[in-house]
Every structure is written in structure tokens, then in C-alpha cells.
């Protein structure tokens, strides 16, 4: 019999212990020896299994050693993540990928040579270093070597070997400044390192390199296309497709709902115009009704629409932007309390896949065509 994932809620648990921590922020430049204080405290926070949030060129992360299984415990419950979603592990080394798995296929030394230090993660058999508290149970382990250099700087510090999510509560948009994670992880982690606002915005692109064809199973800013440049033949897990499947999705972490705003959000899908007449329908109504409603819109489209509350995610030209806006747009919705979202779709043409990705699980697959 399969059972439910269990899900700590830390916030409550700390309080019933009696243990709220005191979260400190410093910041960090990537460079020594001005980042030598920060990274000495990290290094005592994580050896004694605490927990520091980091930024890398993705999004935040929230790091601990990942070879400590308390330490992945407590990385769980200060995000009130279920057990079955497992963490990725960090390293700053090549050469520490050897540790972390017994068998990596040539397939990963050729996507490494590629793409790392960068925002890819690649999953492969795991080795017995590797506690199954950091893999959610699995035999499997990602890794991912960040470009980030207060991200490197960080993990060499710490000893080699990171598991780190992002840093959000479980379900939220994950974090794009050090702010945001202060708002989701306040009072739960002994440090917060601000290194400012991150570059891409939208989290690695993940693929398995288990099976005979390596897959994608979740897209990022590494296309598919540039993917398949480098090993050829790449599947695609159908349920990042948005197709129906009977299989859950290889990565645990993608059937959860997530990147959520508190409003309802729906995305509407067509022709431009149909488009935009149908948004600015909608929230008249929702206007008559006293229901604070907002539009989620490219800056070409922007003036388009009558609602007072239209939120700009940049240039449809300029998708690096729109996946750098995303999440702290979605965050954005939820500090104007706003109860009802309606958002344009940003089919561009290399990351789009995985901007779109986050968007529709935000909506919760909310999809309206017109
Ligand atoms: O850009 C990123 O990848 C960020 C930064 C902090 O590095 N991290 C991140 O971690 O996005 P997280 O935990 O939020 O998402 C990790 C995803 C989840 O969907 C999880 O299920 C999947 O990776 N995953 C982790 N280990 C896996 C494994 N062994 N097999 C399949 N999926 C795995
Ligand atoms: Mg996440």
C-alpha cells in the first residue's frame, strides 16, 4: 500500500518546540576576501547542520550538507515539503561528481563540458554517500554545478557537497532576491546570504541520464534544442508537455502544485485581440462584482487593457526577461492581495517551454481558449 508523502509544516513545528531562529541577512559579492566573514559563519552554520539560503544564477536556494540526512530533515520542514520531492545536490568541483555516483555515463561528462558550471541538473544513479533523505527514497541523485560564484565560494566552504531546493515555502514561487526568501523563511533558517537579484529567474533545466535515452524532465534555460546538440537524442517527460499521462512525472517535484499566487490565476490562450477583449471583459465584470482582479501581460499588450491593475512581465521580444519577471511578478499579485488573475500566454521561442511550464502550474492548468 502506497502511502502519503509526509508533510511538515515548520512553522508550527518550531513554534510548538519553542524554537523560532533568529535569521540573520549578510551580504556576499562573490569575490575574496570580502565575502571571508559570511563564509566562515556559513561554513560553522552547515557543518553543525543548520541551514543558510544562497543565491545562484538560477533562483535562491536553501542549502544544507547534503550528505547529512538531519540536515535534508530539516530542510523539509523548513519548507513544508513533502518527503517524496527530492533535493539536488550541489558541488563546485567536477571532480566531486565521482563521489556522488558510481556509474556517470559519458552522456554527463559531455553536457558538463557544455553547460557547466550552469543552470542544468543532471540525475543519475546515486552512490551510498548519498543518504535517501536528500533523494526523496530514490536510487537516483541530481547534481548541478551553479555558475554562481557566491554560490561556489559557498559550497567549497561548506565542504563540497549541498542539497538545496529553492529556497521558497513549498507551493510559492520560488525566490528571485534575498527578500523574498526573508518572506517565505523568516524565523526558520540560522542565515539568508544576499547576493542580490538573481540572473535567469526560472530554475535549472533537469535531465535523467538513467535510462537508455536521456530525458527532460524538467525545462529551464537550457533548451531542449540545446540539449539535443550535445547528446543527440533527448526524450521528453510527456507531463512537462502538458500532455495527459498515466505515469507520474519522473521528477517528484513537478506533480505538486507550485509557483502559486493566492488568486485564482487563468491563462488565456488565442488571437491578440480575442485575447485582450476577452481579459478586458472579464475583469469589468469582476470590477462591478468588487473583486480586485489583475492582468499579467507582455509590454506590447500592456495599454491594451482597462483594468487598472496590469502587471508588465517585459518585452515579448525579450524572453530573458519575462523568465527573470516571472516569479516576482506571481509573488507581486499576492502583496496587492489581488483575488482573480488573468495572464497572456509567452509561447517565446527558446525558454518559453519552461517559462510557460511555471505559468501553467501557477494556474494550477487553468487554460482558457478563445
Ligand atoms: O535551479 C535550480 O535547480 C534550483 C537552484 C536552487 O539550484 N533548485 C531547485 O530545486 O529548483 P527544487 O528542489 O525546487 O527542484 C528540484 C526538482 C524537483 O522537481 C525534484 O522532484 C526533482 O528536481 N528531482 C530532484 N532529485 C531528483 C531525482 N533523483 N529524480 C528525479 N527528479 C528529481
Ligand atoms: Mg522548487
Known amino acids: 500500500m502506497s502511502r502519503e508523502p509526509e508533510v511538515i509544516s515548520a512553522g508550527e513545528k518550531t513554534e510548538k518546540e519553542g524554537r523560532v531562529i533568529k535569521t540573520r541577512i549578510m551580504k556576499a559579492v562573490g569575490k575574496m576576501p570580502d565575502d571571508r566573514e559570511v563564509m566562515e559563519l556559513s561554513a560553522d552554520i552547515i557543518k553543525n547542520g543548520g ?51 558510481p556509474d556517470i555515463p559519458e552522456n554527463a561528462y559531455k553536457l558538463a563540458e557544455k553547460f557547466w558550471p550552469g543552470p542544468l541538473t543532471m540525475i543519475l544513479n546515486k552512490s551510498e554517500i548519498v543518504p535517501k533523505a536528500t533523494t526523496g527514497g530514490l536510487d537516483t541523485v541530481a547534481v548541478r ?12 566552504a561548506c565542504g563540497g557537497f549541498i542539497a538545496a531546493p529553492s529556497a521558497n515555502t513549498s507551493g510559492r514561487p520560488s525566490c528571485t532576491t534575498a527578500l523574498h526568501v526573508k518572506e517565505d523563511l523568516d524565523g526558520r533558517i540560522e542565515l539568508i546570504i544576499d547576493g542580490g537579484d538573481v540572473g535567469i529567474g526560472l530554475e535549472s533545466t533537469i535531465i535523467d541520464l538513467t535510462g537508455a535515452v536521456p530525458c527532460l524532465l524538467r525545462p529551464g534555460y537550457i533548451s531542449l534544442e540545446e540539449l539535443i546538440s550535445v547528446v543527440k537524442n533527448v526524450d521528453v517527460d510527456p507531463v512537462i508537455a502538458g500532455k495527459e499521462s498515466r505515469m507520474p512525472p519522473k521528477a517528484p517535484g513537478m506533480k505538486y502544485r507550485h509557483y502559486a499566487p493566492r488568486g485564482e490565476l487563468t491563462i488565456i490562450s488565442g488571437e491578440r485581440e480575442k485575447v485582450i477583449s476577452y481579459i478586458n471583459e472579464k475583469t469589468a465584470r469582476a470590477k462591478k462584482d468588487g473583486i480586485k482582479a489583475a492582468v499579467l501581460a507582455c509590454s506590447e499588450n500592456r495599454a491594451c487593457y482597462d483594468s487598472a491593475l496590469v502587471y508588465d512581465a517585459g518585452s515579448i521580444y525579450n524572453e530573458e526577461e519575462i523568465a527573470h519577471n516571472l516569479f516576482s511578478v506571481l509573488r507581486r499579485f499576492d502583496e496587492e ?9 509567452f509561447n517565446t521561442p527558446n525558454i518559453g517551454m519552461a517559462i510557460m511550464n511555471r505559468l501553467i502550474k501557477a494556474a494550477g492548468n487553468k487554460i482558457i481558449k478563445v
Open 51 to 101: 541551514l543558510v539560503a544562497i543565491p545562484t544564477e538560477t533562483v535562491y536556494g536553501l542549502a544544507g550538507n547534503a550528505l547529512d540526512p538531519k540536515a535534508s530533515g530539516k530542510i523539509y520542514k523548513a519548507k513544508g515539503r513533502p518527503s517524496d520531492n527530492p533535493l539536488i545536490v550541489h558541488i563546485a568541483d567536477i571532480k566531486d561528481l565521482k563521489v556522488l555516483s
Open 145 to 156: 554545478m551553479p555558475s554562481n560564484e557566491i554560490a561556489r565560494e559557498f559550497i567549497r
Open 337 to 345: 492581495g489581488v483575488q482573480l488573475i488573468y495572464s497572456e500566454e
